[in-house]
């Protein structure tokens, strides 16, 4: 079990094997995590650095506690919205990464394309955890994990993912994940906020939320990211709510139970309503917890291959 | 040329694993307190067997615990190959507990090195004791087997292969002279 890529750039163009892969070893880990002492030796030794260049607390968190529970050596390195500019500084970056004889970088940045620079000019191994509006890999395993925990497969499911999918990095992933995986999947949000072309990724589009839920099995509801409000985008807040907010009114109308997740941080009573976010239908503290094995599984993955 | 013989045949595993069984309820004076836990692959299977002996002279229930011990290899780095992540699943409480840890060959040590420091992640067991089916000598660490189905004195060159019904078409033990034993290992 070795996967093709010595990084973990995206999910676009990986293949079964290796998503199954990925997903199969984090099995395992999910059982480490279980143990009294949850931390094993595999990457004793080596030194891993976490660079994000955009806030973050879940996805930064989750991969520290990956690393520390694989036994590597850890530094993180922040700095959200530095005004420097962005090439450079990852140029500057990489030259100091190669002179500290780092193993494995996880980088998050807010331009597209970022980690995949970063791979191109360092011999670490790199994963994205999140390059702007692009990519967000483990983000699109840990959900598709989640998935595969619930109803023991990813062919044929129905995912709906709902929200802002033109600026949203965990849409596109889970997108090229899925598809990848024989699930159908689907989009649904205000015109404005869809791709114009999204039907070339083997998605189908869907302008009304009352369609998706007779439809679907998953609906993966996005954050509206809050700040993009001003741009016009769409109305008010509350009109998204009343037309895109995934509600239980609205999810009660299905024909059967729909599993509800969401990448977090949830704006309560915008996208999603505060009690399906709390309901027995919704998983999405599980996604949390299963993130913890799958970046335990792609770094254990990446950092043994030699 | 490669040579290949038969050191153990059906009947003779099947009496190794009776007279096992029968050894640690002898040295452990009852099976009150002991569990076993086998070491992926064929040392899992091993220890089913014996588990199953021991609950029959005993006539009470014996845990068994399966040991994967990727994760705590020596070797992990430097190897081309990637090896193969399989499930632990030791689903009792091993603190307090005779454990009997079970493999099909002892070699250099290394694997049981692996083993002891992942069961001591899991708790404290009040002793561990080793049995394998070979001992074929040629340690690079200071252990050593409390039960042994068979002392095979070899040679570097050589190759042990243990065959159990679960995974193969036969029991037995075959000791082949072997130049590609470097790469089997």
Not at chain 1, 53 to 65: A, D, K, Q, V, Y
Not at chain 1, 88 to 97: G, M, Q, S, V
Not at chain 1, 110 to 120: D, T, Y
Not at chain 1, 125 to 143: K, S
């Amino acid at each position: 079990m070795k996967l093709q890529n010595r990084h973990l750039l995206g999910l676009d163009g990986m293949s079964k094997e290796d998503i199954s892969a990925i997903l199969d070893t984090a099995v395992l880990f999910k059982e480490v995590l279980e143990r009294p002492i949850k931390k094993v030796p595999p990457l004793q030794g080596k030194t891993i650095v976490n660079l994000f260049f955009e806030s973050s607390t879940r996805t930064r968190i989750s991969f520290e506690l990956a690393e520390r529970r694989l036994s590597a050596d850890v530094v993180t390195f922040s700095t959200a919205g530095s005004s420097v500019s962005k090439g450079e500084t990852l140029k500057d970056t990489a030259r100091n990464i190669e002179a500290m004889k780092i193993d494995m970088v996880v980088i998050r940045h807010p331009a597209p394309g970022a980690s995949h620079f970063l791979s191109r000019v360092v011999d670490a191994n790199v994963i994205n955890a999140g390059d702007g509006g692009h990519e967000h890999p483990t983000q699109g395993l840990l959900d598709m994990f989640t998935l595969r925990d619930k109803y023991g497969r990813l062919e044929n499911l129905k995912v709906c993912i709902v929200g802002d999918i033109t600026h949203s990095r965990v849409a596109r992933s889970n997108i090229y994940g899925l598809t990848t995986m024989g699930a159908e999947v689907s989009v649904c949000g205000p015109a404005t906020l869809i791709p114009r072309d999204i039907e070339k990724l083997g998605v189908k589009v869907f302008h009304r939320l009352e369609d998706v839920v007779q439809d679907v099995d998953v609906i993966n509801v996005l954050r509206i990211q809050l700040e993009r409000q001003e741009s016009g985008l769409f109305p008010s807040l509350r009109e998204y709510h009343r037309y895109f907010g995934v509600t239980k009114e609205k999810v009660s109308k299905a024909s059967k139970p729909i599993t509800i997740m969401h990448p977090g941080p949830i704006n309560r009573d915008v996208e999603l309503s505060a009690d399906l976010a709390d309901s027995e239908h919704s998983v999405i503290l599980q996604q949390v917890t299963n993130g913890v094995a799958v970046r335990m599984a792609v770094l254990y993955l990446l950092g043994t291959s030699n | 040329m490669m040579k290949k013989t038969k050191i153990i045949d059906a009947t003779g595993f099947q009496r190794a694993i009776n007279r096992l069984a029968h050894e640690i309820v002898e040295k452990e004076k009852g099976a009150e307190n002991l569990a076993v836990v086998g070491i992926r692959t064929r040392g899992d299977f091993l220890a089913r067997r014996i588990a199953a002996k021991i609950e029959e002279i005993e006539r009470r229930p014996i845990p068994v615990g399966t040991l994967d011990i990727t994760l705590y290899r020596d070797d992990l780095r430097g190897r081309l190959d990637q090896p193969q992540l399989q499930s632990t699943q030791i689903l009792f409480d091993i603190t307090g507990k005779t454990l009997v840890l079970i493999d099909d060959v002892l070699f250099t040590g290394r694997t049981i090195r692996a083993a002891l420091n992942a069961l001591m992640d899991m708790g404290r067991p009040a002793e561990i004791q080793l049995l394998v089916l070979i001992d074929r000598g040629h340690r690079e660490l200071p252990i050593k087997a409390d039960f042994v189905g068979k002392n095979v004195p070899t040679s570097m060159k050589q190759t042990i292969n243990v065959l159990m019904k679960e995974l193969d078409d036969e029991d037995a033990v075959f000791l082949s002279d072997s130049d590609e034993m470097e790469l089997k290992r």
